[in-house]
């Protein structure tokens, strides 16, 4: 699963979606820019499982010029320990495909090659653009999740925008039935495999049980209101 920070405060959905995988026996990695770490104690089901950790990745810094100098190497090397079957293939077909630039290129894809992914998901639409050769360097499949944002507002001035992606994407994943349609008419073909599943809550764990409270005394016969209006 590939998103721009994890966790986020916002995207409680992004560590359920994450965890219940790999409750449900995937072997789930996450590749980040930049991981989070004083949010792990906000979400609970991370908190208890300190493990899951080994499974969040970030990506190589690559702030400057020097450092992506000075850290090429030990990439390389790392990713090439950790899976050198992907990383051949990756070389092989990269080159075939962009020659010199696949030296740059593979910096930046070094933390998603190193995990080998049979299947490798986008969040977020947007992080897929321009980055489907990845199905073809690494041998996996491409899935990407549509939110909303993505297609209703993102490249809308660029009729071709998603054109790449509808070609080799696998499957989407969408909210429901309108970014469906929205999706649709950005040019993705109506039997494209897709599955709609809409933003949910664990109802079991709100309560509807109102502690007592205890009653207000109102010490006048008129309460006064006061109203602040910016």
Known sequence: MVVPRFPQLP??????????LV??????????????EKNWQIFQPLKDRPELRRRVHEQWPHT???????????????????APRTTWQYWREGWRQFGLKTIKQFYLDA???????DILHFEFGTLAVGRTYLKKLLGCCLSVSFRGYDLSYA?????????ELWDQVDALHLLGNDLWCRAQTR?????????????AI?????????????????????????????
């Open 64 to 82: 400057s010029i020097l450092i992506v100098m000075l850290l090429w190497l030990p990439a390389f090397l790392t990713t090439f320990f950790k």
């Open 23 to 36: 409750d449900a026996g995937w072997d789930v990695h996450i590749v980040c820019k930049h991981e989070m």
């Open 187 to 199: 040019g993705c073909l109506p039997d494209k495999m897709h599955a709609l599943i809409p933003p």
């Open 111 to 117: 933390a998603i090659i190193a995990q080998a992914p």
């Open 202 to 230: 664990d109802v079991n764990y709100f309560t509807s049980e109102q502690p007592e409270r205890e009653p207000v005394e109102i010490t006048s016969e008129r309460p006064r209101l006061s109203v602040w209006a910016v």
């Open 11 to 20: 995207e409680t959905f992004i560590v359920n979606k994450f965890v219940g």
């Open 155 to 163: 490249g809308l001035e660029d009729p071709t925008y998603y054109q």
